[in-house]
Nanobody, 122 residues
Framework: QVQLVESGGGLVQAGGSLRLSCIAS????????MGWFRQAPGKEREFVGF???????AYADSVKGRFTISRDNAKNTVYLQMNSLKPEDTAVYYC????????????????WGQGTQVTVSS
């Protein structure tokens, strides 16, 4: 059983930065791939990026070069550093865990957090 709790969302101006955190409880954190997804009203939940147990990362083209995912296994925490934010980044951001090494689809994730709202104004 894994529980995930996101935090760090808020309102920022375009060009600003935010760092989201996801704290995981459970004994499997270090072997899970941790992913970030986002969902805007009226849109499907979309892949943002992941970091696996080897430290390898992958990102959606829309955020590549602006967002960085990292993890601290000692703290059971994964981070999403978001820079150069754009209004189109506005969404609820979710963290999720997967037992797959390279998961990019929603169905490949087993546990989800409750989400945290990120709003970027122009």
């Amino acid at each position: 059983q894994v529980q995930l709790v996101e935090s760090g969302g808020g309102l920022v101006q375009a060009g600003g930065s935010l760092r989201l955190s996801c704290i995981a409880s459970g004994r499997t954190f270090s072997i899970d791939t941790m992913g970030w997804f986002r969902q805007a009203p009226g849109k499907e939940r979309e892949f943002v990026g992941f970091i696996n147990w080897s430290g390898n990362t992958a990102y959606a083209d829309s955020v590549k070069g602006r967002f960085t995912i990292s993890r601290d296994n000692a703290k059971n925490t994964v981070y999403l550093q978001m820079n150069s934010l754009k209004p189109e980044d506005t969404a609820v951001y979710y963290c999720a865990s997967s037992r797959r090494p390279v998961p990019r689809a929603i169905y490949e994730y087993d546990y989800w957090g409750q989400g945290t709202q990120v709003t970027v104004s122009s």
